[in-house]
């Protein structure tokens, strides 16, 4: 069974950086054909895709996100992270990693979420 959790601070400061870890068990994230994603769904809001890191370590971010976005692994850990730089209210969201099945195209495993609040 693969199962995903995410990790890190509630609470942001304006301007900071939103720091988030996926710890994956059940399945590596070195396995092919297997993108690794972030997520996020602020309130009253659908859900928006931030970036994912793929088995090779190419790493595409959303062009609405990319300035500010930061995608990295540890494979040793069998984690990968998020980054989000220069915070603002606006980036005050529910935070998921979610797992892509390429050849199923469908996003096959979530974690709980987190719950990110941008706040002084």
């Known amino acids: 069974q693969v199962q995903l959790q995410e990790s890190g601070p509630g609470l942001v400061k304006p301007s900071q950086t939103l720091s988030l870890t996926c710890t994956v068990s059940?399945?590596?994230?070195?396995?092919?054909?297997?993108?690794w994603n972030w997520i996020r769904q602020a309130p009253g809001k659908g859900l928006e895709w931030i970036g994912y890191?793929?088995?090779?370590?190419?790493?595409v971010y959303s062009p609405l996100l990319e300035s500010r976005t930061s995608i990295s692994r540890d494979t040793s850990r069998n984690q990968f992270t998020l980054q989000l730089t220069s915070v603002t209210p606006e980036d005050t969201a529910v935070y998921y990693c979610?797992?892509?099945?390429?050849?199923?195209?469908?996003?096959?495993?979530w974690g709980q979420g987190t719950q990110v609040t941008v706040s002084s």
């Open positions: 890191i793929r088995a090779s370590g190419t790493i």
């Open positions: 979610v797992r892509c099945d390429w050849d199923l195209n469908e996003y096959d495993y």
């Open positions: 059940g399945d590596s994230i070195t396995t092919n054909r297997v993108y």
